[in-house]
Nanobody, 126 residues
Framework: QVQLVESGGGLVQAGGSLRLSCAAS????????MGWFRQAPGKEREFVAGINWDGGRTNYADAVKGRFAISKDNAKNTVHLQMNSLRPEDTAVYYCAANMQRPTIVPSSNRYYDYWGQGTQVTVSS
């Protein structure tokens, strides 16, 4: 069982930045990949960014490429999502998730992610 706790969400103006963090309780954090997803009101949950077990591979949704950066600190059991140049359309609840099924790759499908955090709200005002 893995518990994931997100933090760092909040309200920011368009063009601003936020850094989300996700802390994992399970000690073998270094053996699995991580992903960030988001869900806006009335929309399906969508993939945002992911990273493989050792941080050597990353994957981003087209909508956030060049603006968001994911990083993984295996020593601290933490994954971060640095979000720059935020837009109102980035407003959503952001979730981190653990990929234990295929940790060497970075899948964008949520079916590969076994454990999920409770989410953190990000609101970008225009």
């Amino acid at each position: 069982q893995v518990q994931l706790v997100e933090s760092g969400g909040g309200l920011v103006q368009a063009g601003g930045s936020l850094r989300l963090s996700c802390a994992a309780s399970q000690g073998t954090f270094g053996s699995y990949g991580m992903g960030w997803f988001r869900q806006a009101p009335g929309k399906e949950r969508e993939f945002v960014a992911g990273i493989n077990w050792d941080g050597g591979r990353t994957n981003y949704a087209d909508a956030v490429k060049g603006r968001f950066a994911i990083s993984k600190d295996n020593a601290k059991n933490t994954v971060h999502l640095q979000m720059n140049s935020l837009r109102p359309e980035d407003t959503a609840v952001y979730y981190c998730a653990a990929n234990m099924q295929r940790p060497t790759i970075v899948p964008s499908s949520n079916r590969y992610y076994d454990y999920w955090g409770q989410g953190t709200q990000v609101t970008v005002s225009s």
